[in-house]
Nanobody, 124 residues
């Protein structure tokens, strides 16, 4: 079974950067779509970014375009979310998810493996 494990969260000041990592066991990662989602207290889980495995095409939520970059290294079974110019409203638990699709899709229902999450806190 594939179990994504997130790391790289932490506390950062507004305008700062963090890079989240998502490590997964097994070659399944190489043929999985990888997505990042986030959930703030009292809010629903929302899509942040995704990257397909066929041609590494990426898809971003509007509120992170130009600030976040998703990437993957299939040789290392690891994906990344580079987050720049972080703002207090980016504070949330960030989750990595893997799904069987080919393309960078946003619905959570498209993903069947979820990590435990990593906390990102941005202070003003």
């Amino acid at each position: 079974q594939v179990q994504p494990v997130e790391s790289g969260g932490g506390l950062v000041q507004a305008g700062g950067s963090l890079r989240l990592s998502c490590a997964a066991s097994g070659r399944t990662f190489s043929v999985s779509t990888m997505g990042w989602f986030r959930q703030a207290p009292g809010k629903e889980r929302e899509f942040v970014a995704a990257i397909g495995w066929v041609d590494a095409t990426a898809n971003y939520a509007e509120f992170v375009k130009g600030r976040f970059t998703i990437s993957r290294d299939d040789a290392k079974y690891t994906g990344y979310l580079q987050m720049n110019n972080l703002q207090p409203e980016d504070t949330a638990q960030y989750y990595c998810a893997l799904g069987p699709g080919r393309w960078a899709t946003s619905p959570p229902s498209a993903y069947n493996y979820w990590g435990q999450g990593t906390q990102v806190t941005v202070s003003s």
